[in-house]
Structures are given as C-alpha cells and as structure tokens.
C-alpha cells in the first residue's frame, strides 16, 4: 500500500456521461497530481495541486476539470466523455510541489468509456 | 524542455539473463532528478530509484543497479540474474526546470518479458 489512495478503481460509463475519480494523497503530502496513461500517449501530466491551489497544468483537455479541497484529498471531473478518453487516470502526491522528492503513486482508477 | 527516451519499446530474456533498459534524457538544466519506476501486470507504478544530477555514482540495490552517465544523458537500469518476476513496464521519468512547479517526465516505458 503506497498510502495514495484512488476510488474507484474500475470504472464503466457511456459516452457523453460525467464522472469523477477521487484521490487521497499519503498523509502529510501537500501536492496532488493527476496523470492520464493510455496506449498511445503514454503517461500524460494532467494537473498539479499544492495545499489546495491550482500549481501547474499539462495537456489536460477543456472537458476536464480537478481540484483540491481542504482535505488536501482531491477530485478530477471528465464530462463529455469520449471512446478516447478510456484510459488508466493516477494519482500522485508528493510532500513539496517542487516535483524533485518524486511522486508516490496510487494505484490508479481505470477509465472505460463504451 | 524536458524529454525522456527508451528506445527499447519490448525486450525479452529468459530467466537468469541479465539486461539493460536504456534511457536516454534531454534538458537545459544542470539541476534535474532521474528516477526509475516500475509497472507490474497489476498496474500500479512502483518508485524504484531517485538521482541528482550531482550524483553520478553508480547505484546497486540487490539485483538491480544504475548506471549514470552525464556526457552521454543516460540513465540506464541493469537487472542481474533476471527473473519471471520481474517482468513489468519500467519506465524512466525525469524532473527538471526552474520555478516551484516542475513535474515528471516520463518515457515510453520498455515491456520487459523474463520467460521462465
């Protein structure tokens, strides 16, 4: 158990639907980031939060959405959702939002959209 | 920028072989990290190293060691003695930058199959 904890794990929806994968970072990491694994991009950065502010966006397309509560846990909304967006969405958090510490990993919330 | 290449994109060995997956790194900076981390079947991403770019000591970790070489941008990850376990997607990642908000790069990966 890495201490990152993503919800759920699997997840099966229908094109044009909404959902929102959940993330909750090891206790006492600040940032939160959001990755999107898929066969043909690779392992995409989405978006960083630090202690609940918007840090830093990647290729995170205008249909998705994330944020970081109080909690430090964080949530990333797709909507619209598209047959490409099926993929393996992580989650990371690390202690400082400076990136060199490394990230830990959840396990990830795999993404089938049909 | 930042960019990470692993040239080898699927490698196969018979168990007790020892191979090399290469990576190969590009940035401006003099202050970056390289890390190693593995994918299992299972899908979850284990960190397996982290180096400085002051650092250019070789690194063993039990069957496992690093081999760091700044004139050529390489950061390659010998496993020794392989075996069925440890056939997974390794993935080589990279953070560098200036500012407060940098984050991983990260390279293809390279499919390691250890065949029994």
């Known amino acids: 158990d890495s201490g990152v904890t993503q919800t759920p794990k699997h997840l099966i929806t229908a094109t044009g639907q909404r959902v929102t994968l959940r993330c909750s970072p090891r206790s006492g990491d600040l940032s939160v980031y959001w990755y999107q694994q898929s066969l043909d991009q690779g392992l995409q950065f989405l978006i960083q939060y630090y202690n609940g502010e918007e840090r830093a966006k990647g290729n995170i397309l205008e249909r998705f959405s994330a944020q970081q509560f109080p909690d430090l846990h964080s949530e990333l909304n797709l909507s619209s959702l598209e047959l490409g967006d099926s993929a393996l969405y992580f989650c990371a958090s690390s202690v400082a939002g400076d990136g060199f510490a490394g990230y830990t990993f959840g396990s990830g919330t795999r993404l089938t959209v049909v | 920028a930042q960019k990470v290449t692993q040239a080898q994109t699927e490698i196969s060995v018979v168990e007790k072989e020892d191979v090399t997956l290469d990576c190969v790194y590009e940035?401006?900076?003099?202050?970056?990290?390289l890390f190693w981390y593995k994918q299992p079947p299972s899908g979850e991403l284990v960190f397996l190293i982290r180096r400085n770019s002051f650092d250019e000591q070789n690194e063993i970790s039990g069957r496992y060691s690093w081999n760091f070489q700044k004139s050529t941008s390489s950061f390659n990850f010998t496993i020794t003695a392989s075996q069925v376990v440890d056939s997974a997607v390794y993935f080589c990642a990279l953070v560098s930058g200036r500012g407060s908000a940098r984050q991983l790069t990260f390279g293809s990966g390279t499919q390691l199959t250890v065949l029994p």
């Open positions: 940035t401006r900076d003099t202050t970056y990290y």
